[in-house]
Structures are given as structure tokens and as C-alpha cells.
């Protein structure tokens, strides 16, 4: 069995010199009255061993231990407590620690000391205070230094506990009287073992709430990869694309390649046929000057000869050969123009030659680069190019007639577009006539009025008149019969234009109410004509349709069929995404986007099949049992199943209801 052989103590709590209190094999009784140490013996084995606080040895701070009684002159303060340990029967108790270990599962813990060669262990604590109050505190197991960690190690190997009952304190007898059953049951647990385990579980526990957070962590890790792996497929598909694109590129290029053989191939042709022309020129020009020659020296000849004849006829004679002498020179200044002309053309000529030459020399290096060039596309990449052409030609052939349906479609949609226009222009004709007949009675309305108001100012003129005539002479009767005459008279008039104006607002009411009607109608059908714009798109997406570019399937509009009850109702419902445009995928929106850029056809909306993904449908509980709930509008639309993302993307969640 192992036991506490000795406690040495220096300088702790009262004890101020170096003292030895013996444990004797069996049960060792320390009594003596109160004050003298006894309790301080059993705080120097907790301190020693570690199995408490400070608080724990009755004492606030660590430091409170040390006995201050023998101070000297160090600078520091120190006690030391050693605990020996009699462990000659240690094989019977390490046997069973390693049992324990075996059940418990726990791992092997590195030994610096060997015990099992020793029959005494001897823990000791030092506790260190500078005269600055910083203090240190050291442990040693037969006398070799070591941690806490370490020093519990050791301990545990013992069958002594930190939290254990090894050591009943003073007070603890009464307190465990005074327990209730729970706090005993956990002493009991904590006596046989049981406690240990509960500790270990609730360790277990810990570990295993910092396993679920890693997992935690880990599955967020794993997530943020997942979401890169698909950023990084998404990259090697933009990669793969480039690809793709790339080899488009130097395809294109070696078409360049070829049309520009051809092209030089041509021009060469041009340049032979041009050297040949000039050659052809050069000879007539030459031929034309040995001509011109031949005539200047047989002119000359003749001009001798005349000349003679000057000499021997008389002077109305030598007038005549004169003016016909003149009439030669001016012929001959004209062949000599004529000859410095020709010169200047050979001078031109020869100098074209020489260009043309130079030009020649220059161009025949890269005829000869162009001929093998040929010689490669020929063996090599024509054959492919027009098994490619072939290919391409059968294709466009399908796009060309897909297009032609197209083009009826659209002309039945642009006929019918014409006949509301027609329609319209109808209504404009009859309304410009109702307009202009409105005009005038307003205007005819204006004129009664300021004719209304003249005779109101003549009337009032003639009751000033009348009243200044009857003040003045009473004896006019006759006159004054004769302007009440005239006053009833215009009083008549004035009832006939007040006729005529009710009447005139009562046609221009008319006609406003007509105009009304008309400019309803007109609504109506602009409206319509507006649907029917929208059906068939806006300028820019009517050149996408109309060009043969492949993969563009055709407007939202035209892609799906409804029943005309619905039809105003999902018209209302999509508004301008009838006129979006639906692509296969988004390259071919790419190339519709350049077409557009390049025409200056302003823009357009597409809507790729490969990147439009339909929203998740969902009816609100019970609200399919409304009244009058229809369906949801994208049910509504009966067209190809690979267009239904489309129109779950056009009209969502929206519903249809009978009013």
C-alpha cells in the first residue's frame, strides 16, 4: 500500500526553520492545542502535491505561505515543502492502473521516472518572491524538475486526485453529516471511480461538439469548393470556347489566305494584259511616227520642188503656190505637233514599261510564295474547306427555307398590319372633315358673338340716344315709335342669332361626341397595331429574323399559341418580352448583338435556351380554389417543350382570373 512517509517543511506558514513531521506505517496521530501548526502541516501536503489554491490553504495569495519571521539579507523568499511517498507495494497498483488504462482506452504517457525500480518517491515544491513581488513556483520529483501536467501524472499513478478524497479537510466530516442524498451519492461516485468516468464522458462530449464544429467548418469548406470547382468549370468552358473561337479564327484567316492568292492571281492577269495592251500601243505609236516621217520628208520634197516652181512662174502665181506654201507649213507645224505629241506618248509609254517591269519583279517573289501556298491549300485544306462549303451549303439551304416560312408568316402579319392601316387612314379621312366642320361652326360661333355684342353696343347707343331725345324733345313720338320699331326689329334678330347659336352648340356638341367616338376607334386600333408591332418586333429584331443567322429560333411571340379568350390577358401579363428574341444558346446572341453593333439597327433583347433557367412554380395554398381562378398564365401557353423555360421566364408565378 502506498502512504505519506514524511513531510519536510521550510519556512511555510509558522513553521519558520526546516522541520520533519514522520507518517508511521498504519494510522499517525497529530494532536497539540490550537495554534500550534497542525492545520498547516496538511496545507504544506496540499501545497506540495498541488491540490489546491491558495484560498484552499487558508491564504490569499501564494506568496502569504512564505514565513517572513527569517528574512536574512537574500533578496528573494522562498519555502520548500517535500512530500515522500513509501511505494514499495507500487507493481500491485500500477497493475491495476494499467487495467484501467485498458478499459478506458487511454493512450500510453511517456515515463521520465521509472517507479517501479524506486521504494520511495519524494515531490517537492519551491516557491520563490522577489523583493519586486513577482514570485515563481517549481516542481520536482526526486529531485529532478519537472511540470504540473507532469507532477498530476505521477500523482494519478498513485491513485491521488487533484478533485479526489485522499485528503478530508478540516470541516469536511461535518459537511458530509450535513449532505443531502445527491451530494453524497457524487462523493460515493467520486470514491469509486464513477466520477472519473462522468468527467470523461462529459469530456467526450466537448471533443465531440469541437468534432461537429470542424465538421461544420468542413462542410462550409466543402461548399466554397464546390461553388469554385463550378467557377472553374464555368472558366473551362469560357476556355473551351476560346478555343473554339481560336480555331474559327485561323480558319478565317486561311480563307484571307486564299482569297488574297486569287486576289493576286487576278491582279496578275490584269498586269499582263496591260503590259500586252501597251506593247500593242507602243508598236502602233511607232508605226504611226515612221508614217508621219515618211509624209514630213515627202512634204519637204514637195516644198523644194514648189519652191523651184516659185522661183520660175510669175507674181499672181507665186501669190497662189504662197498661200498653198502656207497651207502646207501650217500642215506641216501640225505634223510636227503632232509628232512631239507622239513622242511624249512613246517617252510615257516606255517609262510605263519600266514601272510596269519593276512592278513585275516585285510581284513575282510573292507569286512565287502564293504558288506554293496554292500548291498546300490545294493538297491540303481545300478539300476540306469544301467538304466544309458542302456542308454549310446543305445547311444554309434548311435555314433558307425555314426562312421563306418566315417570310410568309410575316407577310400574312405585315397584310394584316396593312389593312388596319388602311382602316385607320379611313378614320382619319372621315374624322379631317368633322374636324374642319367644327372649325368653322366655332369660327361662324365667334362671329355671331362679336355681332351679338356690336348690336348690344348699338342697342345701348340707342337707348342713350333715345333717353337724351326724350329729356330733350318730348314731341317726337312719331320718331321714337319709329326706333322702338327698330329696336323690336333688332330684338327679333337678336332671338333669331341666339336660335342660330344653340343650334350651332348643339351641332358642335354633336360633333365632339362623334369625335370622341372616332378618336375611341382610333385608340383601339392603334392599340392593336401596337400589339401587332410587338408580335412581330422592333426594327432591330426583324433584321435578326431576316438574316441567316443560324440557331435564332424566333420572337417569344411566335413561338407559342393561346386561346383568344386569354389572349389580351397574357399580352398585358408579358408586355414587351413578346418581342424578345430566342436563341439556341448564347454565342449565337453574341453574333445577333455584333450584327446589330455593325448595322447600327439598335438593340434587342435575347433570350438564350442554354442559360434561361424556368423559376420555381408555386401556387399559394387554397388559391386554386378561388373564384374564378383560371391557372397560372405560362399554362395557359401551348407551345415545344424546350421552349417552356422561356415562358416560365416570360409570365413566372402570374395568374389568370375571369375578372
Known amino acids: 500500500m502506498v502512504f505519506v512517509k514524511r513531510v519536510e517543511l521550510s519556512r511555510f506558514k509558522s513553521f519558520g526553520g526546516s522541520n520533519s513531521v514522520p507518517f508511521l506505517p498504519g494510522f499517525t496521530v497529530i494532536s497539540g492545542p490550537n495554534g500550534s501548526g497542525k492545520s498547516n502541516i496538511l496545507d504544506a501536503l496540499l501545497f506540495c502535491l498541488g491540490l489546491a489554491s491558495s484560498k484552499g490553504m487558508r491564504a490569499d495569495r501564494l506568496p502569504d505561505l512564505i514565513n517572513n519571521n527569517h528574512k536574512g539579507n537574500n533578496k528573494t523568499l522562498e519555502t520548500i515543502v517535500s512530500v515522500t511517498f513509501d511505494i514499495s507495494d507500487f507493481d500491485e497498483i500500477e497493475s491495476s492502473f494499467e487495467e484501467e488504462k485498458q478499459i478506458n482506452n487511454e493512450e500510453e504517457i511517456d515515463e521520465k521516472i521509472n517507479l517501479k525500480s524506486l521504494t520511495e518517491l519524494k515531490i517537492t515544491r519551491r516557491l520563490r518572491v522577489t523583493r519586486k513581488g513577482s514570485y515563481a513556483s517549481t516542481f520536482f520529483v526526486n529531485d529532478q524538475p519537472c511540470s504540473a501536467t507532469e507532477l498530476q501524472t505521477q500523482l494519478n499513478r498513485l491513485r491521488v486526485y487533484p478533485e479526489g478524497y485522499n485528503v478530508v479537510l478540516q470541516g469536511d466530516v461535518t459537511r458530509i453529516i450535513t449532505m443531502n442524498g445527491k451530494e453524497r451519492r457524487e462523493i460515493i461516485d467520486e470514491l469509486a471511480g464513477v466520477a472519473e468516468f462522468d468527467r470523461k464522458i462529459n469530456q467526450t462530449k466537448t471533443t465531440l461538439e469541437a468534432v461537429k464544429e470542424r465538421e461544420e467548418k468542413c462542410q462550409i469548406i466543402t461548399q466554397e469548393l464546390s461553388a469554385y470547382g463550378e467557377k472553374l468549370q464555368q472558366d473551362s468552358q469560357k476556355a473551351a470556347k476560346y478555343q473554339k473561337l481560336k480555331a474559327q479564327i485561323q480558319e478565317k484567316k486561311q480563307w484571307a489566305i486564299v482569297l488574297n492568292w486569287r486576289y493576286l492571281q487576278e491582279r496578275e492577269k490584269q498586269v499582263n494584259q496591260e503590259i500586252i495592251r501597251l506593247d500593242n500601243d507602243q508598236k502602233n505609236k511607232q508605226e504611226q511616227l515612221t508614217l508621219i516621217r515618211e509624209q514630213t520628208a515627202i512634204a519637204l520634197h514637195n516644198l523644194e520642188e514648189l519652191n523651184q516652181q516659185v522661183k520660175a512662174l510669175g507674181e499672181e502665181e507665186q501669190i497662189s503656190i504662197a498661200s498653198k506654201l502656207a497651207t502646207q507649213k501650217a500642215k506641216r507645224q501640225q505634223l510636227n505637233q503632232r509628232q512631239v505629241e507622239l513622242a511624249k506618248s512613246f517617252q510615257e509609254n516606255t517609262a510605263n514599261e519600266v514601272k510596269i ?162 378618336q375611341r376607334q382610333l385608340d383601339k386600333l392603334e392599340a392593336t397595331k401596337q400589339a401587332q408591332q410587338e408580335a412581330q418586333g422592333t426594327y432591330a429584331s426583324k433584321i435578326i429574323l431576316n438574316s441567316d443567322l443560324p440557331g435564332v429560333c424566333g420572337l417569344v411571340a411566335q413561338l407559342g399559341q393561346v386561346e383568344t379568350v386569354y389572349q389580351l390577358a397574357l399580352e398585358i401579363c408579358a408586355g414587351g418580352r413578346l418581342g424578345f428574341i430566342v436563341v439556341e444558346d448564347d454565342t449565337i446572341a453574341a453574333a445577333g448583338i455584333k450584327l446589330l453593333k455593325q448595322q447600327k439597327a439598335g438593340r434587342a433583347t435575347f433570350l438564350p435556351l442554354n442559360k434561361i433557367k424556368a423559376p420555381r412554380l408555386h401556387q399559394s395554398g387554397g388559391i386554386q380554389y378561388a373564384k374564378g381562378y383560371i391557372n397560372l398564365a405560362v399554362n395557359l401557353i401551348t407551345c415545344e417543350q424546350k421552349y417552356r423555360p422561356i415562358f416560365a421566364y416570360v409570365f413566372g408565378n402570374t395568374m389568370v382570373f375571369a375578372d
Not at 418 to 425: F, M, P
Not at 493 to 512: A, F, G, H, M, P
Open 357 to 518: 517591269n519593276i512592278n513585275q519583279q516585285e510581284i513575282e517573289p510573292q507569286l512565287i510564295n502564293l504558288k506554293q501556298q496554292k500548291d498546300e491549300l490545294e493538297k491540303n485544306q481545300i478539300p476540306q474547306l469544301d467538304n466544309k462549303k458542302n456542308e454549310l451549303k446543305n445547311i444554309l439551304a434548311q435555314l433558307k427555307k425555314s426562312a421563306q416560312q418566315i417570310a410568309a408568316e410575316s407577310q400574312a402579319w405585315v397584310a394584316q398590319q396593312t389593312a388596319l392601316n388602311q382602316n385607320i387612314n379611313n378614320i382619319q379621312t372621315q374624322l379631317n372633315p368633322k374636324l374642319t366642320q367644327k372649325a368653322l361652326l366655332e369660327e361662324r360661333c365667334q362671329q355671331l358673338q362679336n355681332i351679338i355684342k356690336n348690336d348690344n353696343e348699338k342697342l345701348a347707343n340707342l337707348e342713350t340716344q333715345i333717353n337724351e331725345q326724350s329729356q330733350q324733345q318730348p314731341h317726337f313720338n312719331e320718331d321714337l315709335s319709329a326706333i322702338v320699331t327698330t329696336i323690336q326689329n333688332l330684338a327679333q334678330k337678336l332671338s333669331n342669332l341666339e336660335q342660330d347659336i344653340s343650334l350651332s352648340q348643339e351641332t358642335v356638341n354633336r360633333l365632339l361626341t362623334e369625335q370622341r367616338d372616332k
